[in-house]
């Protein structure tokens, strides 16, 4: 399941960062006009939409097959978790929010904008992490120590497998020229 969710991650986030480059070839070459930027900015989102709502599901699968929570645990454990994914999925947002400007602006982004996509990235490091801290106690009033541990545990595995396959994908900023 694990390479399944990265070959789709790669090329959602693959699709979205080669989209620029790939109208301006089409243009320069003179073939037929492409789908308007809106039109290809649409499908683009549609694509990455379904491909989190995937990605949710399957890590919430992940965690039901790890946890193995008794049936007293679940019933107070998954209205917990939909809230803490709810807000998980905000900070998904403005990443994907961040990482559309970074593709939109690649190759011609300008030192001050450069250090604004940088600050902002990191600015949503530390949400995530104030995030997890917020839900510790929350999430360990419904569940045991251990199991509580074993969910955060699993929780920031899928966010690193999911964070690195998208560096993977994403060139380094590259100096305006």
Do not use: H
Not at 52 to 69: E, H, N, P, Y
Not at 81 to 105: C, I, P, R, T, V
Not at 166 to 172: R, S
């Amino acid at each position: 399941m694990k390479n399944i969710i990265g070959a789709a991650l790669c090329l959602a986030f693959a699709l979205l960062l080669c989209t620029p480059r790939m109208r301006s070839q089409s243009a320069s070459s003179g073939q037929a006009s492409p789908p308007s930027s809106k039109e290809n900015q649409a499908s683009i989102d549609q694509s990455v939409a379904l491909l989190r709502q995937d990605l949710r599901s399957g890590k919430k699968q992940t965690i039901a097959a790890t946890l193995q929570l008794t049936d007293a645990e679940a019933t107070k454990f998954w209205p917990v978790y939909d809230q803490y994914s709810d807000e998980m999925s905000k900070l998904g947002d403005a990443k994907y929010a961040l990482l559309k400007e970074y593709a939109n602006g690649f190759g011609s982004l300008s030192d001050d904008q450069a250090l604004s996509l940088t600050k902002r990235s990191l600015s949503l490091d530390e949400q995530l992490t104030q995030l997890r801290s917020k839900y510790v106690p929350i999430i360990n009033r419904v569940l045991p120590g251990t199991k509580t541990a074993t969910f955060f545990q699993i929780d920031r595995r899928l966010g690193t497998l999911i964070d690195l396959q998208m560096a993977e994908q994403i060139p380094l900023v590259q100096e305006q020229k």
